[in-house]
């Protein structure tokens, strides 16, 4: 248990038996009434963003979140398998639990699970990852000036825009956050 005074970004409180995540949080005092804390929580789980508020000095239930360093093996058409770097213990999560982030994982990716109480919650993969562009048609002569974009099939499967002048078996980085072109590799 800790107070309201006691938050800080990336706490995981547990409100009504759901796993909440400090994203931000304000201390306020009014001229007038009770101070409070103002919040912006994200839901562990589904990623569903909230704003809460607390009034100061009310108790809550934290949470840890044992985050374990993994490495995406592979895809056996329903589950992703992970090894835990440290123990060498194989993880299968299923694919709604892994979500967005299948789109950028490669074989032998390090990634952080999110654990609580040996329960995987999350993946989160690095902030920025290297793939090849598959398929992109080619760019049209003259355009290259441009900042007009094109949309590109990387190797993972994933579709994102790309610059014009960018052609197919390239390696670009891309921004796993929001799929991102950020440059090339």
């Given at each position: 248990?800790?107070?309201t005074?006691?938050?800080?970004?990336?706490?995981?409180?547990?409100?009504?038996?759901?796993?909440?995540?400090?994203?931000?949080?304000q201390?306020?005092?009014?001229?007038?009434?009770?101070?409070?804390?103002?919040?912006?929580?994200?839901?562990?789980?589904?990623?569903?963003?909230?704003?809460?508020?607390?009034?100061?000095?009310?108790?809550?239930?934290?949470?840890?979140?044992?985050?374990?360093?993994?490495?995406?093996?592979?895809?056996?058409?329903?589950?992703?398998?992970?090894?835990?770097?440290?123990?060498?213990?194989?993880?299968?999560?299923?694919?709604?639990?892994?979500?967005?982030?299948?789109?950028?994982?490669?074989?032998?990716?390090?990634?952080?699970?999110?654990?609580?109480?040996?329960?995987?919650?999350?993946?989160?993969?690095?902030?920025?990852?290297?793939?090849?562009?598959?398929?992109?048609?080619p760019?049209?002569?003259?355009?290259?000036?441009?900042?007009?974009?094109?949309?590109?099939?990387?190797?993972t499967?994933?579709?994102?825009?790309?610059?014009?002048?960018?052609?197919?078996?390239?390696?670009?980085?891309?921004?796993?956050?929001?799929?991102?072109?950020?440059?090339?590799?």
């Amino acid at each position: 248990m800790a107070t309201t005074n006691d938050l800080k970004n990336g706490m995981v409180l547990n409100l009504d038996g759901e796993l909440w995540s400090v994203v931000n949080f304000q201390h306020v005092k009014p001229g007038k009434g009770g101070a409070f804390v103002r919040t912006t929580l994200k839901h562990v789980v589904s990623g569903k963003v909230v704003d809460k508020t607390f009034n100061a000095g009310t108790k809550v239930d934290t949470a840890t979140v044992d985050r374990r360093d993994m490495t995406y093996l592979y895809n056996d058409g329903s589950h992703y398998v992970f090894m835990d770097s440290e123990t060498y213990d194989q993880l299968e999560l299923p694919a709604d639990l892994v979500g967005d982030a299948a789109k950028f994982l490669l074989e032998n990716t390090q990634v952080q699970i999110g654990m609580h109480e040996n329960t995987p919650l999350y993946v989160e993969l690095p902030t920025s990852v290297e793939l090849t562009i598959e398929h992109t048609d080619p760019g049209l002569q003259g355009d290259r000036s441009t900042g007009g974009t094109k949309p590109a099939r990387l190797e993972t499967g994933a579709e994102i825009q790309v610059p014009l002048f960018l052609s197919s078996g390239e390696k670009i980085k891309v921004d796993t956050r929001d799929g991102r072109y950020l440059g090339r590799a």
